[in-house]
């Protein structure tokens, strides 16, 4: 059973830019309790009855965070973190449990989870680090749609206006870059030009910056092929 908030109706949680706070809890009492209280805050609830049925219905693509219960029948917190993880689900996630579990609640936070509480979880402390959570979940959305934008940039450039851009990053002359590329110096200033415009940028700066970015996408993109290998 999925539950939304009555201050709010089924199509709302349908908007991308609306943030919504997914609670995930076995128990109906705990659950409508967080919901209770997370709306009361002003914030989008979502409230599912276990792991299972917020993986089988909920949209990552709608930004927010995720508040769960550890041990829950079918498929426990830790189990859908795990789940998260393999199928890139970034949301941050706040696991919540009754049983003080110094260990779990280490290796839990170390794989990638925002928080770990213990139950009875103070409402204060609760609203706080939902606050928190949907502040990172904002910040990461907003440098992962730049990320794809540089991404973007950066595949309309021809072969050669990229290595044009490279020699520049490494601090070169045109008329270096010219002689390592074996082109003319008036041919490396026309890529110059074409690569700045089709990047919207203007200064070798820019470039340098431009190319330190494409290298950490790079970077990043061959851990997670190698994690995943």
């Known amino acids: 059973m ?20 997914r609670v995930v809890d076995d128990d109906d009492k705990v659950r409508r309790s967080w919901q209770f209280v997370l709306e009361g805050e002003g914030w989008q609830v979502q409230a599912y009855e276990s792991a299972v049925r917020f993986l089988q219905e909920d949209d990552p693509s709608i ?7 550890v041990r829950m029948p079918e498929m426990s917190g830790i ?47 609760l609203i706080q680090t939902v606050s928190e959570a949907l502040e990172l979940d904002q910040t990461r959305r907003e440098e992962s749609a730049e990320d794809d934008r540089v991404r973007r940039s950066w595949d309309l450039l021809s072969a050669r206006e990229k290595e044009v851009a490279r020699g520049v990053a490494d601090g070169k002359l045109n008329k270096q870059i010219a002689y390592d590329l074996n082109i003319s110096e008036k041919t490396v200033i026309a890529h110059r ?12 700066a820019d470039i340098t910056r431009m190319l ?11 851990k997670k092929e190698t994690s995943v290998g």
Request: a negative charge; aromatic letters at 2%; proline letters at 5%.
């Open 79 to 125: 189990e859908l973190q795990t789940e998260m993880k393999r199928t890139g689900n970034t949301m941050p996630l706040v696991l919540i449990s009754a049983h003080a579990d110094l260990v779990m609640a280490v290796k839990a936070v170390k794989d990638g989870a925002y928080d770990f509480l213990l139950k009875p979880v103070e409402t204060e402390r």
């Open 63 to 69: 930004p927010g965070c995720i508040v769960c219960d």
């Open 193 to 204: 030009s074409s690569l700045c415009r089709k990047l919207g940028i203007r200064s070798a």
């Open 2 to 21: 999925v539950e939304m908030g009555s201050l709010h109706d089924a199509s709302d949680a349908q908007q991308p830019h609306v943030p919504i706070v």
């Open 212 to 222: 330190l970015t494409i290298e950490k996408l790079e970077k990043d993109q061959s």
